[in-house]
């Protein structure tokens, strides 16, 4: 990115304040009193306008974004300090003002600190001596509707002295507002008088509590905004590593030292020259961020949101490079700044903590210890101060091995870091040649941490923070603060690598028994768990790369072989790599009750160990992409793979005829189960038992195969054919739906049209058809947030049971599809269509995907109800904006398509249906970043 270095605007050469002066009193004297009002007005508007527009040429010509801050905020000074002098001067004038009628007007606020968003608010204080005078209150009044009138957003107060102090005791955001508070018109020794008595008679008195109450708001803030800075979509100004973090660090070394310069920082050894250099960067970068997004928005936006980050970086002049587009390129940088800010925050940390501010409340022991205690010695060069490990001097480092035991030590003995061995660890690593990878001590340290059975996730993040995992491991430093420009992903790739492996440990140490039952029961089985927390940690590092798995694979190798491993184990560290999205592929996309799937998969994963391993690897993956991404049904589909192949694998008959031969006897014990559960009305169970196939027996749970039975023979009993049923399962996160109905053709489209209808979205849909030629289909649904649907509204779920009744005798017309949302339609999706007849014997199995929308699935199955095709099963799956649709189709009397001209067409058919929802072509490139490639849909 180039930047144009630009002279400083000087004020006067934007806002003349003396001639801006001159002509307010002009007007004045040719029109007088409230005649003169719009003249003023428009006087001072243009001021602003005129300000405003220079800041915005010079911030598009290259100037960083706290300059232009800094010159709006200038700006406004000019004109609230003119708007002031006219009000005094020629409206309320004061001819001989007493000094119980003194006034000021002071910024406060980020004004107050001399810096402006284009879109932020005035944050104004009229201040006066002592009580409320008529003067104080018509001069007041007069200036706030003149700002209102000019469209300004002003946050204001009048306030006198006593009352400001009184005020600021009791308010820690109130204090904060006058610790930045500065002069812009009225009487001098007012302010001064502010400033002097704010300093000696409240923030002298109260630091700890002070800095308490702001680490305290600044944690809320995190957790309420979002509690990693690695979000894909950040806060600018709130989110951690964001602006309000900047702020942060200056209100708490204004209010403990009294700072107001960046040089003051170094003077007074609280930051060293560098990270002064890394403070200025951070700001100037978030500010022009800050910026160009309140200008693109024309408001107050603060948030980096998709189809706003493709035109930010066009603007601060990213292009695409080898295997990144130019808003990954720009992203990148932006969380590379917010690591910076975290690294900031912790050094500023230690310098409060180092002098041990007073009486500082328990849950603030960490950072102000109630007594200096001698450093405990734990390690020759390692010492334990404040309850942070620390390191006697940087000569420990001088052994490289060291920057890796810091790490060992801390994780060993459950110890945060001190910053400043942290900060020292960060300065030295960089200038290390890339032998120490190999220095076997270093080495040991490392698998050490990667592997440990304590907290590894923790260990690892701190190793990342201070730029030494990245060193140390480069192939992990490719990814780090690399965004996936896309919805799917909710963190940069290093961050989700790491909160896999926050997952993995927190499964095997059973903080999950509910929702992973098999992974943490078979975790205990596990032989080889080295290889599994290093696929963990290395399995997203060919992302970017091509085809990921096979780019990881490599990348892990070489990783390995590096790390010394013995190849029996780099085979293994590769194989998972290498198939880390297989289980999740076949578990979610494919009929686990055909046979054939079960024995391709089984043939893929070889033994029981493996399966073992990429139960857990998947599972750990998946819970790691975002909120709300993970629920049990994933988890069941995920259980009964897993069992299916487990069993398999150890009967010796991992073939398709033996795993044929397996799930027939799986299918009659699960009826045998079910005759002896139910019992009652055993001659109508029977008949429902001897109709459905061996598939069905397979696809659903048996608490589920014993609410089918219920419904279908309340259905035979009462002849009341269609019947629907619904039941909410909030472990799993769907509601079921379950349809029993004459089968026809087009019935499923129908089916699917009716939900999308009722603003459902289809998380999975199991199609069966009976040998009495009834259709039996369970949808599985949810809300737009991956809830229930209807969980809260049960009228919704009667609305829903009615439509599909309806549409299960006729056919249900699809809704009108929506075009995408500006945030969605940042994304430029190339629809793809696979009709393949080799993954299963008796069907032919159509992939399908493209853009997200209502109605797509319907859509789709009507295509294959106007070729004339039937759907055996459906496996519905969403990665953000993309939807990947699987279906399992026979022609009508049954087997696959095999006519060559038929594919052709159902292919075209379908492609133009995923067409469709494609939006128009944008005119602007930066809005049409680089096609998002198939396998950028997968973890």
């Not at 001639?19 to 508007?45: D, F, I, N």
């Not at 008679?201 to 109260?206: P, S, T």
Request: proline content about 4%; some cysteine.
């Amino acid at each position: 990115m180039s930047v144009a270095r630009l002279k400083p605007a000087r004020i006067e050469h934007v806002v003349d304040g003396l001639r801006l002066r001159a002509q307010l009193s002009a007007a004045y004297q040719a029109e007088g009193g409230e005649a003169a009002r719009p003249r003023v007005r428009a006087l001072l508007h243009g001021a602003l306008f005129r300000g405003r527009m220079i800041a915005k040429e010079r911030l598009e010509e290259g100037e960083n974004g706290l300059a232009v801050a800094r010159l709006l905020a200038a700006v406004a000074d000019e004109v609230v300090a003119a708007l002031y002098d006219y009000t005094t001067t020629h409206i309320f004038r004061a001819r001989n003002p007493t000094a119980g009628e003194r006034f000021a007007v002071m910024a406060v606020g980020g004004y107050g600190r001399g810096e402006l968003a284009p879109s932020s608010d005035l944050d104004l204080l009229f201040l006066r001596a002592y009580k409320t005078t008529p003067h104080a209150e018509s001069v007041t009044e007069y200036m706030l509707y003149m700002l209102w009138d000019m469209g300004l957003k002003v946050g204001h107060a009048s306030r006198n002295v006593d009352e400001c102090l009184k005020l600021a005791r009791e308010d820690h955001t109130i204090r904060t507002a006058i610790l930045e508070s500065r002069r812009l018109a009225g009487d001098e020794s007012l302010a001064a008088e502010l400033e002097t008595r704010f300093r000696k008679e409240v923030a002298d008195r109260d630091q700890a509590g002070f800095i308490a109450a702001k680490l305290k708001e600044r944690d809320e803030r995190h957790q309420r905004v979002g509690a990693t800075r690695y979000m894909v979509e950040p806060n600018i100004k709130e989110g951690k590593g964001g602006l309000r973090d900047l702020h942060t660090l200056f209100w708490l070394a204004r209010h403990r030292y009294g700072f107001t310069t960046p040089r003051d920082y170094v003077d007074h050894g609280v930051f060293t020259v560098e990270e002064r250099n890394s403070f200025r960067r951070a700001a100037e970068f978030l500010w022009t961020v800050r910026c160009h997004l309140h200008f693109i928005t024309g408001r107050g936006e603060e948030k980096l949101t998709f189809d706003l980050q493709p035109e930010l970086a066009k603007r601060l002049g990213y292009g695409a490079r080898a295997n990144h587009t130019a808003v990954e390129r720009f992203m990148k940088r932006y969380f590379l700044v917010a690591k910076e800010v975290g690294m900031l925050t912790r050094v500023l940390c230690a310098k409060l903590e180092a002098d041990n501010a007073k009486n500082a409340p328990k849950s603030m022991q960490r950072l102000f210890p109630a007594g200096k205690k001698a450093p405990a010695q734990i390690e020759p060069g390692f010492h334990v101060e404040a309850g942070r490990l620390n390191v006697d001097s940087a000569d420990v480092f001088a052994k490289p091995a060291n920057l890796i035991r810091l790490f060992e030590i801390a994780d060993k003995r459950d110890l945060d870091v001190h910053p400043e061995a942290l900060g020292e660890a960060s300065r030295r690593v960089r200038s290390l040649s890339p032998a120490w990878r190999k220095d076997a001590d270093a080495r040991a340290a490392f698998l050490a941490v990667a592997a440990s059975k304590h907290h590894p996730g923790a260990a690892l993040r701190l190793m990342n923070e201070a730029g030494v995992l990245g060193k140390f491991l480069p192939e992990f430093g490719r990814v780090v603060a690399q965004m996936q420009f896309n919805m799917y992903h909710h963190y940069t790739v290093d961050e989700h690598t790491l909160q896999a492996v926050d997952a993995m440990s927190e499964i095997e140490h059973g903080h999950h028994n509910k929702q992973h039952p098999l992974s943490t029961e078979i975790f205990s089985k596990i032989i080889n768990r080295r290889a599994l927390y290093l696929a963990m940690l290395l399995h997203d590092t060919g992302k970017g790369e091509g085809d990921q798995q096979i780019e990881g694979e490599k990348s892990a190798r070489i990783a390995c072989e590096r790390l010394g491993l013995p190849q029996e184990e780099i085979d293994l560290v590769g194989w998972l790599v290498g198939n880390h999205l297989v289980m999740s592929d076949v578990a979610q996309k494919r009929d686990i009750g055909d046979p054939r799937t079960v024995a391709q998969f089984a043939k893929i994963v070889g033994t029981v160990e493996r399966l073992r391993l990429l139960l857990v690897l998947t599972v750990s993956d998946i819970r790691a992409v975002g909120p709300a991404v993970w629920n049990d049904w994933k988890g069941q589909l995920l259980r009964d793979l897993y069992r299916l192949t487990e069993a398999a694998l150890h009967g010796g008959r991992s073939d398709e005829q033996g795993v044929r031969e397996h799930l027939a006897e799986i299918a009659g014990e699960a009826k045998t189960r079910l005759l002896s559960d139910l019992g009652a009305d055993a001659g109508v169970l029977e008949g429902w038992l001897d109709v459905v196939d061996d598939g069905y027996w397979l696809s659903h749970d048996a608490e589920a195969q014993s609410w089918h039975a219920e419904e279908v023979m309340k259905a035979r009993r009462e002849k009341t054919i269609p019947h629907v049923a619904t039941r909410v399962r909030p472990v799993q996160g769907v509601t079921e739906v379950l349809i029993y109905a004459g089968d026809r053709p087009g019935l499923f489209a129908s089916l699917a049209a009716a939900i999308s209808a009722c603003g459902a979205d289809i998380a999975g849909a199991r199609v069966h058809t009976t040998k009495d030629g009834a259709a039996f289909d369970v949808f599985s649904i949810q809300t737009t947030d991956h809830q229930p649907f209807g969980a809260q509204e049960h009228g919704v779920l009667d609305g829903l049971v009615a439509r599909l009744t309806r549409a299960a005798i006729a056919d249900h017309a699809p809704p009108t599809a929506k075009p995408p949302s500006r945030r969605n339609a940042a994304f430029a999706i190339e629809p793809w269509v696979r009709i393949d007849n080799d993954l299963t014997g008796n069907a032919t199995v159509i992939e399908a995907s493209g853009r997200d929308r209502l109605g797509l699935l319907a859509d789709l199955a009507h295509v294959c109800a106007e070729a004339d095709v039937s759907i055996n099963s459906a496996h519905i799956d969403t990665y953000g904006e993309r939807a990947a649709d699987v279906f399992y189709v026979q022609e009508r009397g049954g087997g696959q398509i095999t006519n060559p001209r038929r594919i052709a067409a159902v292919r075209a058919k379908l492609e133009e249906v995923l067409r469709a929802a494609e939006p128009a072509a944008p005119a602007d490139p930066a809005r049409a970043p680089l096609a998002v490639a198939r396998a950028s849909t997968a973890r």
